[in-house]
Structures are given as structure tokens and as C-alpha cells.
């Protein structure tokens, strides 16, 4: 098994650009969520998926997109990118979704935003 | 409102010495607690976590934590601390009623001296 794996791994952005940030998981995992991880505040929520077709909002989930068409994937979407945008960005999955189950964490994508 | 708290950002040890870091929650409910550590430029590995019954759990590489209700606290311990134990540690919640969100604290970076 490959875990959860996260395209591209570094990214720059100019302000107002979009882009798609990609996760992929191989485990058959039900529950797959986004983080950002900025200095000093830790991984903080931004939008996550109890199965496919179902997606809900986290902690900071202004200025992003998410969908899950299938079980495997779950893409993050930046409409219009901004300067507060930069970040580090982890995708994550877990068996079970409401379970509290152990998350598995993609390797992550460097985003820059000038 | 920041619902874990990590108050050490940086601790250095000395190789050989046992360590604590602490963790609080501020949830009336008791939510799942977890630990997880980050070496540099990798995501996230969970080191244990808990649900519930005992309160002293055990984890991988070593390390133990124990949830005092009490105290809303869920502090990482380790007898002895090995340099490959340098890394940054987050502990994390799951929300009390909806263990699809997931909340790290700040996280706290370790460094071990020879």
C-alpha cells in the first residue's frame, strides 16, 4: 500500500491563482480530512469526508473547496489564492468515520502564495 | 477558543533523561485524546491515544500518557529519552459528540541533547 499520498509536494502561487491540491489514499479508508499547519498554531481543520458524495466544513474552511467523488480521493481547491493561504497542507484518512480512529497522514504540500 | 493546549513550545532534555509534556483539554465531556509526533519535513504519526477505560495507556517507541479527569490533562511521558526522539509532538482531540473534527494543539518541539 502505497498510505495516503499528496500532490505536488512544494507549490508558488501568485496571489488571485487557483489550484487543485491532490490526496489520494489506497487503504479503503471511509474518512479523509485537510489540515493546514501554520507556525506556532499546530494542524488546525479545514474541511473533511465521511464517504463519498459527503463533505463537511472544519475549523477554517474560508477560501477552500473540497469534493469525494470516489473513496480514493479527496482534493482541496483554492478558488482564489491568497497571501494567508501559505501554508503547509496535510491530507489525512482514517478507517471509520465518527470512530475517533487513528488518522494517517499524507507527507505534505508547500504552498506559498506572493 | 483554543480547546488543546500545549504550554511548552520548545523543551531540550539531555539524551538518558526522562521527559513530560504536557497537554490540556477544555472539554466537559471527555473527548479522545491523542498523541502524535512530526520529525522534520514528514507528516504526522500517532505515538497512542485514548478512548477510555485506563487511564495510563501505552504507545509505540516507548512513550506512555496518562488522562487525569481532574486536571482535563493527558500529559506524554518516556523514562528515557533517545536522540531520534527529537521531533515536534502534538497532542489532539476529537470532539465530544462529533469525532469527525479534530482539534491539535500548538505543539511542542523537542531537542535532545548528547
Known amino acids: 500500500n502505497a498510505g495516503v499520498t499528496q500532490t505536488p509536494k512544494f507549490q508558488v502561487l501568485k496571489t488571485g491563482q487557483s489550484m487543485t491540491l491532490q490526496c489520494a489514499q489506497d487503504?479503503?479508508?471511509?474518512?479523509m480530512s485537510w489540515y493546514r499547519q501554520d507556525p506556532g498554531m499546530g494542524l488546525r481543520l479545514i474541511h473533511y469526508?465521511?464517504?463519498?458524495?459527503?463533505?463537511d466544513q472544519g475549523e477554517v474552511p474560508n477560501g477552500y473547496n473540497v469534493s469525494r467523488s470516489t473513496t480514493e480521493d479527496f482534493p482541496l481547491r483554492l478558488l482564489s489564492a491568497a497571501p494567508s493561504q501559505t501554508s503547509v497542507y496535510f491530507c489525512?484518512?482514517?478507517?471509520?468515520?465518527?470512530?475517533?480512529?487513528?488518522?494517517?497522514f499524507g507527507p505534505g504540500t508547500r504552498l506559498t502564495v506572493t | 477558543a483554543q480547546s488543546v493546549t500545549q504550554p511548552d513550545i520548545h523543551i531540550t532534555v539531555s539524551e538518558g533523561a526522562s521527559l513530560e509534556l504536557r497537554c490540556n483539554y477544555s472539554?466537559?465531556?471527555?473527548?479522545?485524546l491523542f498523541w502524535y509526533v512530526q520529525s522534520p519535513g514528514q507528516g504526522l504519526q500517532l505515538l497512542l491515544k485514548?478512548?477510555?477505560?485506563?487511564?495510563l495507556v501505552q504507545g509505540i517507541k516507548g512513550f506512555e500518557a496518562e488522562f487525569k479527569r481532574s486536571q482535563s490533562s493527558f500529559n506524554l511521558r518516556k523514562p528515557s529519552v533517545h536522540w531520534s526522539d527529537a521531533a515536534e509532538y502534538f497532542c489532539?482531540?476529537?470532539?465530544?459528540?462529533?469525532?469527525?473534527?479534530?482539534?491539535f494543539g500548538s505543539g511542542t518541539k523537542l531537542n535532545v541533547k548528547p
Open positions: 489525512a484518512s482514517s478507517y471509520l468515520a465518527g470512530q475517533g480512529d487513528e488518522q494517517y
Open positions: 487503504m479503503n479508508h471511509e474518512y
Open positions: 469526508s465521511v464517504g463519498a458524495g459527503i463533505t
Open positions: 472539554y466537559g465531556a471527555t473527548p479522545y
Open positions: 485514548y478512548f477510555s477505560g485506563d487511564t
Open positions: 489532539a482531540v476529537g470532539k465530544p459528540y462529533n469525532f469527525n473534527k479534530f482539534y
